[in-house]
């Protein structure tokens, strides 16, 4: 099941690894895995893809790098098949990217003579980077009846849907709330009108795809294989710039 209807499905750059992930979900729609147990092994993936950094081992890395990606599909794969739906899973998926994009530009930085202030401001960037393309991704899926378990303001804590605990969406939230909340705040103000727009074209939201974990995660590791890691940091710190060209084309379309 996709997350927009079929009209206004557009090229995702970042959703590269969405057949692979489609192949994995199917594959475990009878078993007794859970799309939070998906959501564990793309955890235990982007971890191991630090560790191959911090040792030099860049191909591994990679492939680690963008196994975690597919796996970060699966998960909400199978939870469409399953038709088992979850804040639960939904914010734990969120707290695990970031935590995980910062050991990543941490260990670049570490195994680098990148600045440590630069490679701070380019995991602030990505964070931005990400937050505007899911927050226009999130607005256009509400416009158009498709997947809304991703909610466009993140205000308070959602009532737990069946079969999840409303304690841990209340926890999760709050993390939530606490790693994002800058980043959402920061978007928000710099294009609060943007949920009142009823249309996003396909060539924008594939342009904004760039922006997308998945499609960040492609750039590193291709940088990583092609003995670019020294630059890594400074072309998302650069790129970033385009998040204003972005709201910029946004603002330009009519409600």
């Known amino acids: 099941m996709s997350k927009l209807p079929k009209e206004h499905k557009f090229i995702d750059l970042s959703d590269y690894g969405r057949p692979i992930a489609r192949l994995i979900a199917n594959s475990l729609k009878e078993t007794a895995l859970t799309p939070i147990h998906v959501t564990i092994a793309f955890i235990i993936s982007g971890l191991i893809s630090i560790i191959c950094i911090l040792l030099g081992y860049f191909w591994a890395a990679a492939f680690f790098l963008i196994l975690k990606s597919i796996l970060d599909a699966a998960d909400g794969e199978l939870a469409r098949i399953k038709n088992t739906p979850s804040y639960t899973g939904r914010y734990l998926d969120s707290v695990a990217d970031i935590i995980l994009n910062f050991l990543i530009l941490l260990s670049l930085w570490y195994t680098s003579e990148t600045h440590f202030l630069y490679s701070f401001f ?104 092609l003995g670019y890691k020294d630059y890594i940091v400074s072309f998302f710190l650069w790129y970033s710039l385009m998040i204003i060209v972005f709201i910029s084309i946004r603002k330009l379309l009519k409600p």
Do not use: W
Request: aromatic share 14%.
């Open 122 to 225: 380019a995991f602030l960037g990505i964070q931005l980077q990400g937050t505007l393309y899911n927050y226009y991704y999130v607005i256009l899926r509400n416009n158009v009846n498709g997947d809304t378990t991703s909610r466009i303001f993140e205000y308070e804590s959602p009532v737990a849907l069946k079969g999840e605990s409303q304690k841990n969406v209340n926890i999760l939230f709050a993390i939530y709330k606490l790693l994002y909340g800058v980043f959402d705040k920061t978007i928000y103000t710099l294009d609060a009108n943007a949920h009142k727009c009823k249309r996003f074209p396909k060539l924008l939201m594939t342009a904004l795809s760039t922006f997308g974990l998945g499609f960040q995660l492609l750039l590193i590791s291709v940088m990583l294989v």
